[in-house]
């Protein structure tokens, strides 16, 4: 049996898993990366438009703060964020892109002088100044209240993971790539590592950490349509739940994307629309400002999602062989915008549409993108049920998004989270709960039952095939647990994923070599991803409520009265066929922003009582205290501080400072 020891584990070589990892790294730990690809090609690269910061450089991005951040983030979450997550966040994003900036990533830049750009509709010129010209600049993007978003053109995951990922090599931190994490090795509730799969030989090895931490993306690859990469099949947070005690947070809350390119799901950045491009229905009328007068293109992307599915419904929809879709114009960008800023974009249209986005329009229709639930951990990125286990990124449930993440906030939570996570674990590796004995029986049981269940597989003889039932199962979710959720459509989803799961017992290989197999690797994920797809389905079912991504056409409405609380699901007996899931209360007495209307999208929503008397509270708290900066004003009402590592207290420098 090989084992192999070290202080870190972290399995996943995205964004959120490589700055994790250099952050226990800085601080003397041995830490080893695990990924299923080569890390720099982590489905991070495939991040297009923006990572949101106040920094406040541009015209468009002047007067900003981290004030201003929180305030959109929470409104975005539809009050399901937990708003001290969504302070450390908002405080530590700008010296997140200064950092990175300092390795490298080059940004794109103020330049000074009149720039013509486009805004609702219409060209208009705007004056940068002499005073910004050379620092970072922004996009309007993801319905903020100042331009935020930092990019590096179209093609700002790709310029941050190549940095983030030279410097991992840096810091002396070897990814073990083309390995998957198959369990967690744990004694009770105590985290020592995770049995692994090579890829390419089909070996099993034992490693065994001090600190293990999943930093493993998103679960999207459970839909049949999504912007996801095909790595994305949530095998971390499965293992985490497989564990029964680790628990899963808000895995109901999925986001759908505005604008895949229709039929395959291929994203187009939301810059398209923040620079200006237009959705237009199968007449060519363009219909948002009908529905959202305040944002139109730019609310928030659940609810762009449900007016256009509401459009298509509506009988507006543009025909195709391969059903109805709406389109999206940035022929009003001009091809040099398209050729320097969304050059992405323009190859995608190219390369996969056969079109000229300069002078065409592309087809779009909304498509499963990006993960809010996840692996539950506190504040400060551990799991509270499994010690030593840690969470990160999209595989995580800080739980900054609730129930609607921001456009930009995702990439910015990676490196943010990854910060901060980096140094509670290296703090944790430095108290005596991080010490360890390390136990060798343990890691020859966790490996015995691994290597059971393949065998299992491998001579199981049945009829049935993993990828068909891989197959089924997208097909239920994209039909039954999209954008529009009833109880009914929810009941059907969770009866027939029960019946998938019970067919996935009786998988035949057709191929059971031990060495590369696809085969074998479908077939011992698709169980996983059937607790995952299970837990998104009941967890709806149960919500009888409408909150951010999560619209159930039968409770239309937000309910602060009996909804003001995260779904925690677990999975505690391996026979079981359901998981069990418990709820997390939101205390409203205790918020920065007490729950109110998000700016767009529908007013109607059941209030709770808290909510007046929180109002109250802060009334008097501000009348009582006086005159008060922003910081102190913040302070006295939700104090967050004491939860940053001191490294990342201190405030950010801005061009118009005036602190
Ligand atoms: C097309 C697209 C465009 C996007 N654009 C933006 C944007 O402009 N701005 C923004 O803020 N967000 C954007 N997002 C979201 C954002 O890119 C992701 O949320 C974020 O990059 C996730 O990073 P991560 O580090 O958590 O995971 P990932 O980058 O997905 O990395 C996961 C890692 O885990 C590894 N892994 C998985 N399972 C295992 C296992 N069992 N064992 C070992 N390794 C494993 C994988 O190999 C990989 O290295 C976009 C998403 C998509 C789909």
Partial sequence: MQIIYTDVLVIGGGLAGQRAAIGARRRGNEVIILSLVPAKRSHSAAAQGGMQASLGNCLGG????????????????????????????????????????????????????????????????????????????????????????????????HAMLYAMSNQAIAAGIPVHERTEAIALIHEGERCCGAIVRNLVSGELIAYMARATCIASGGFGRIYRVSTNAVINEGMGAAIALETGLATLGNMEAVQFHPTGIFPAGILVTEGCRGDGGLLLDGSGHRFMPDYEPEKRELASRDVVSRRMEEHITAGHGAQSRFGEHLWLDIRLLGADHINGQLREVKEICQYFLGIDPAHELIPVRPAQHYSMGGVRTDARGQSPQLKGLFAVGEAACWDMHGFNRLGGNSVAETVVAGM???????????????????????????????????????????????????????????????????????????????????????????????????????????????????????????????????????????????????????????????????????????MELPPGWRGYGARDYIDHPDTAIREQQIKHLLAAAGELDRHQRQNLLMPFMHLLPPLFQGRNQRLENSE
């Fill in 62 to 157: 002047a007067g900003d703060n981290e004030d201003l951040h929180f305030a959109d983030t929470v409104r975005g979450s539809d009050w399901g964020a937990d708003q001290e997550v969504v302070r450390m966040f908002a405080h530590t994003a700008p010296k997140a892109i200064r950092e990175l900036a300092a390795w490298g990533v080059p940004w794109s830049r103020v330049q000074r002088g009149d720039h013509e750009i486009s805004e609702d509709g219409k060209k208009k010129t705007i004056t940068e100044s002499d005073a910004a010209h050379g620092l970072i600049t922004s996009r309007n993007f993801g319905g903020t209240a100042k331009w935020r978003a930092c990019y590096v053109s179209d093609g700002t995951g």
């Fill in 420 to 590: 901060i996570v980096g140094d509670t674990i290296a703090d944790f590796c430095a108290s005596a709960e991080g010490q360890l004995q390390l136990s060798t029986s343990l890691a020859g049981d966790f490996m015995r039952r691994e290597s059971d269940k393949l065998k299992a597989i491998a001579q199981n003889g049945g009829g049935e095939s993993a990828v068909e039932l891989t197959r089924q199962m997208q097909e239920t979710m994209t039909s039954n647990v999209g954008i529009f959720r009833h109880g009914e459509k929810l009941e059907r989803a969770v009866s027939a994923l029960q019946d998938l799961q019970q067919r996935a017992a009786h998988v035949g290989l057709r191929n059971a070599n031990r060495g590369p197999n696809p085969e074998l690797v479908a077939a011992y994920r698709l169980p996983r991803m059937l607790k995952l797809a299970l837990c998104v389905a009941q967890g709806a079912l149960l919500r009888t409520e409408s909150r951010g991504a999560h619209f159930r056409d039968d409770y239309p409405q937000r309910n602060d009265l009996q909804w003001m609380k995260r779904t925690l699901a677990s999975w505690p007996g391996d026979h079981d066929q359901l998981p069990t899931f418990d709820y997390e209360p939101l205390d409203i007495l205790g």
